[in-house]
């Protein structure tokens, strides 16, 4: 079936230490998105890529940064994590502008 | 994109409808509504769309109502799988901006044996 994978579903990684997210689409989206949601929140974006044009939300934090090496893949990378940066990320595909996207699982990251 | 208001919570029983309301009263005429929602520990789930016309799909239908500025999403015979926060958003599409899902706080709908 075709779908959004996310690696790993559980990450812990200690305070500072960077750390990478990946996500994989089967659905060969154009547009893929990456969201944080904290506790008891709802799911803001951070980026989204079309294609290979990078799309960076207002204020989204410089720690944060991302790379599309091909369509199917799409990483998340924290360069400092703090304890702040604990949370689920989700990582999202949309064939097109405006298009219904699909989520992946998430991973839950743990800062130490 | 417009704001949206949502109930909280609600709760519903098993094999009973599940209506599940949505103000947008500053939506404006090219904005979508759009459902998602979102088990507890998985990622959001698209549920279903609609600009003015009424709209069913296998999982739910979603009316509209003609001013627009209100919707209701209808499960109707919600089951335990259904229990889940669900989230009203309207969206313009083909713009850029217009692709952002800006979800609120959603409602936490909890479907009882």
């Known amino acids: 079936d075709a779908m959004v994978i996310q690696n790993p579903r559980y990450q812990v990684t200690q305070f500072g230490k960077p750390v990478t997210l990946s996500c994989s689409q089967t659905l060969n989206h154009n547009v893929m998105y990456w969201y944080q949601q904290k506790s008891s929140q709802a799911p803001k974006l951070l980026f989204h890529y079309y294609d290979k044009d990078f799309n960076n939300e207002a204020d989204t934090p410089d720690n944060f940064q991302s790379r599309r090496p091909n369509t199917s893949f799409c990483f998340l990378d924290i360069r400092s994590p703090g304890l702040g940066d604990a949370a689920m990320y989700l990582c999202?595909?949309?064939?097109?502008?405006?298009?219904?996207?699909?989520f992946g699982p998430g991973t839950r990251l743990t800062v130490t | 994109d417009a704001k949206t208001t949502q109930p909280p919570s609600m709760d519903c029983a098993e094999g009973r409808a599940a209506n599940l309301p949505c103000n947008h009263s500053t939506i404006s005429g090219n904005e979508y509504v759009y459902w998602y929602r979102q088990i507890h520990s998985q990622g959001p789930q698209y549920i279903i769309h609609g600009l003015k016309n009424n709209e069913t799909n296998e999982m739910a239908s979603l009316i509209i109502t003609e001013d627009r500025k209100s919707s209701t999403l209808i499960l109707p015979h919600a089951t335990l799988r259904d229990t889940a926060v669900y989230y009203c958003?309207?969206?313009?599409?083909?713009?850029?901006?217009?692709?952002?899902?800006?979800f609120g706080e959603g409602t936490q709908l909890t479907v009882n044996p």
């Open positions: 999202a595909t949309s064939r097109d502008w405006g298009s219904e996207q699909y």
């Open positions: 958003i309207v969206r313009v599409l083909g713009e850029t901006s217009g692709s952002r899902l800006t």
